[in-house]
């Protein structure tokens, strides 16, 4: 396993917890191998595993491109990871308020919708 790799499962594990990575793992068939592994040498064992900025950062940052993209069906599961990074709800609200103003009203308020109903899951 490369050290990105492996730096990445633990950053990820770190952020998502064992649960999530775990299915995920499950999974993964011969078909998608080579990009979980993309995804977790490059997403997880670069961009998250740098100590330039912290992971609260990171979650905020990463949900509000998500919502500023439209790429919505990973916003719960970043609102779950920020149980393990620090990311309050107040700095989400805000992300997503950032969002409103640059890149449109409708994908934050979708992207609040879903936080609502996960933090509501969460409870």
């Not at 396993?1 to 594990?13: H, K, L, N, Q, W």
């Not at 393990?84 to 950032?98: C, I, R, W």
């Amino acid at each position: 396993m490369s050290d990105r790799i492996e730096a990445g499962m633990t950053v990820r594990r770190k952020v998502l917890g064992d649960a999530h990575v775990d299915r995920a793992e499950a999974a993964k068939t011969d078909f998608d191998k080579p990009f979980q592994e993309l995804i977790t040498q490059g997403a997880w064992g670069t961009v998250w595993a740098s100590d330039g900025i912290s992971l609260r950062e990171r979650s905020m940052l990463t949900l509000a491109l998500l919502a500023a993209t439209g790429n919505f069906e990973e916003i719960p599961m970043h609102i779950r990871a920020t149980a393990n990074t620090g990311a309050s709800k107040t700095d989400v609200l805000e992300a997503f308020q950032h969002v409103a103003i640059y890149c449109g009203v409708p994908r934050a308020n979708h992207a609040i919708k879903l936080a609502k109903q996960t933090y509501d899951e969460m409870d």
